[in-house]
């Protein structure tokens, strides 16, 4: 018997209103996702990405298709899709501990307050932050508030943790830490995951599959790769693995041939002498 899908995007399309008429930002997209997987988004800006994850996160209602999330339709947003954003989100004037206190308060389930302070402490410790309990956002630092907020997404307890680029504004040896940290919390507590990145590394490394977005508009899921690497992974035992570096060559071949968006410096050279000469011609 197969397994039920936990998380399904069926047909999905949305299109924005324009004082043109509408824009067709994505258009049948469709993708099942298993319990417990990690999967990550990737392809050019204006792709549709973020609206994807917007659309399970029901911070965008569809057009067309729909979002089912253990059979039910998601509609609205629910502490069930956790979302942690590029920018950590926190509230400046809370300490670390509080801002994961507010979450946890939101979504408490019945837990008196000692159960309540001892898992907003759990999980400050899951992305080893227990020492930064009484900071506020502006006492640390940006890998430091970007693991508080990961912590509060995690406080939800949701069953699908949402991440929009969460390691984009980090300097590179924060971000390997945090995507060490995230492969860690992903071993322990088993959840699904959908991550939106521009870095084909990042996606090679943490995925289980890696779901490639053709250009826009009506932008749509051109390929998925399955990454069939062994957990728990290594970034530098993978530098000079043949399957990793064939993974990494798979994504790059899509993003700069198949969908190569960014024309080379020459060719923008040749459109823009052709259009001057056209003027030229135009005023003679």
């Known amino acids: 018997m197969t397994a039920k899908h936990h998380l399904e995007l069926t047909q999905v399309g949305i299109d924005f209103p324009t004082p043109k008429g509408p824009f067709t930002a994505l258009t049948d997209v469709n993708l099942k996702i298993q319990k417990g997987e990690f999967i990550s988004l990737i392809g050019h800006s204006g792709c549709g990405k973020s609206t994807v994850l917007n659309i399970i996160a029901g911070l965008h209602k569809a057009t067309k298709g729909g979002v089912i999330l253990d059979g039910h339709e998601v509609n609205e947003p629910g502490p069930e899709r956790a979302v942690v954003f590029q920018n950590h989100s926190l509230l400046p004037w809370l300490t670390a ?11 408490s389930k019945g837990r008196s307050k000692a159960e309540m302070r001892d898992w907003v402490e759990h999980n400050l410790e899951l992305v080893h932050m227990s020492h930064a ?4 956002p502006a006492e640390i630092s940006g890998g430091m508030k970007q693991r ?3 912590a509060r997404a995690l406080a939800m307890e949701p069953k699908v943790l949402l991440m929009d680029e969460p390691f984009g504004a980090l300097d590179a040896l924060t971000r390997a830490h945090l995507q060490d940290s995230i492969m860690e919390i992903h071993a322990d507590l088993g959840n699904t995951v959908v991550m939106i990145t521009h ?9 289980d599959r890696i779901v490639m977005m053709t250009n826009g508009p009506s932008a749509t899921i051109g390929e998925i790769l399955d990454i069939e690497l062994q957990r728990p992974r ?4 993978l530098a000079d693995n043949p399957q990793y570096n064939h993974y990494r060559h798979e994504v790059l071949t899509f993003l700069y041939e198949k969908q190569r968006k960014v024309e080379s410096v020459a060719e923008h050279r040749k459109k823009a002498q052709g259009k001057t000469k056209a003027n030229d011609a135009s005023v003679a």
């Open 97 to 107: 501990y509080k801002n994961v206190e507010l979450a946890v308060k939101q979504t």
């Open 133 to 136: 309990v009484d900071k506020l």
């Open 148 to 150: 508080v907020g990961i």
């Open 199 to 207: 870095d084909v590394d990042e996606a090679v490394l943490l995925s």
């Open 234 to 237: 290594d970034r530098l035992a």
